[in-house]
């Protein structure tokens, strides 16, 4: 076994920069506290990088890329160090907090917020791949399904504001897309839905993808129809992009209910996801422990 590399930081150690994480870090430095965060992709943003428009955030209609630039630019504003690692556990005691990445590099901080956000769920679909990526043809966002050279043709599987606002980016792309729900009217705003077909998407409501059938550049999708509102048939596409959920992302904790490390963000399980209750968990995250379960004189 290789020996560990412990470093020792007296300050609060963000694991992610997301809208929850950079919030925490940014609120941290306001505070006069040292602060770190460490981020496995080494970019602040988070999963809002990947939306193509964002109309529920203060100063109106954003990209999600720009959105992540302003989160970025924040970082760099404060001074705070941002290192790309990969959290793999944290542990608690003995008035210290122990981040590790499984393979020999570990932190001893003086505590931490825990903001590693969420990642896509596979459905349970006969014939859908296991895995993510370009060999399987499936994807987890339109960014990387438009990655490299881009399909000519996608079908998106979903129903909420996800699948359509990835939808639209597809279009825009000059990608042939449709989008397969299984609810007769989708969950997504009417703006949305409204929006996504005005831009040339086919929305194809009320059915279920009941087998995938095929393989990358060539999948076929069998559906079981409700009496749903498709504009035309389900056609045979060279991707697919899913949109049916994500699940919180958490390092393995062994913390119990210490009160040097609070959890932040999407990775708290919340149903309903918001850039603006994830900016707010990560500081009301730091501020807790600022103000209640860590000495502050020991942070600054």
């Known amino acids: 076994m290789a020996e560990t590399d412990m470093r020792r930081f007296d300050g609060v150690a963000v694991v992610g920069a997301g ?13 006069g506290a040292r602060v770190l965060i460490l981020e496995a992709s080494g970019r602040a943003g988070g999963v809002v ?12 209609a954003r990209t999600g890329a720009g959105i992540a630039e302003m989160f970025g630019a924040q970082v760099v504003q404060w001074g705070i160090p941002l290192e790309r690692r990969l959290v793999k556990s944290v542990t608690a005691g003995a008035g210290r907090v122990v981040l590790a990445d499984g393979g020999g590099w570990a932190l001893e901080a003086a505590a931490a917020v ?38 000519s043709s996608a079908a998106v599987i979903g129903g909420f ?79 697919v992009v899913i949109a049916v959920g994500r699940k919180p992302v958490l390092p393995v904790m062994d913390c119990g209910a210490s009160p040097l490390v609070r959890v932040a963000g999407d990775a708290l399980g919340r149903p309903g996801r918001y850039l603006s209750a994830a900016m707010a968990d990560g500081c009301l995250a730091v501020r807790d422990l600022l103000c209640g379960g860590v000495s502050n004189g020991g942070l600054r």
């Open 19 to 31: 809208a929850a994480g950079v919030s925490a870090a940014v609120e941290a430095a306001r505070l």
């Open 49 to 60: 990088r990947l939306a193509h428009e964002v109309r529920n955030f203060p100063g109106g």
């Open 114 to 151: 825990v903001a590693t956000g969420t990642a896509p769920v596979m459905p349970e679909i006969p014939g859908m791949p296991a895995s993510f990526g370009q060999d399987s043809g499936v994807f987890s966002s339109a960014c990387s399904a438009l990655a490299g050279i881009p399909p």
């Open 161 to 239: 504001d996800v699948a359509f606002d990835q939808a639209r980016l597809l279009a825009g792309r000059g990608v042939a897309t449709c989008v397969l729900c299984r609810r007769r009217v989708p969950a997504a705003p009417p703006w949305l839905v409204e929006a996504a077909r005005t831009e040339g998407v086919a929305i194809l409501s009320g059915l279920e993808v009941s087998k995938v059938c095929g393989r990358a550049g060539e999948w076929r999708l069998e559906t079981a129809g409700s009496g749903g509102m498709a504009d035309g048939p389900v056609p045979v596409v060279e991707s």
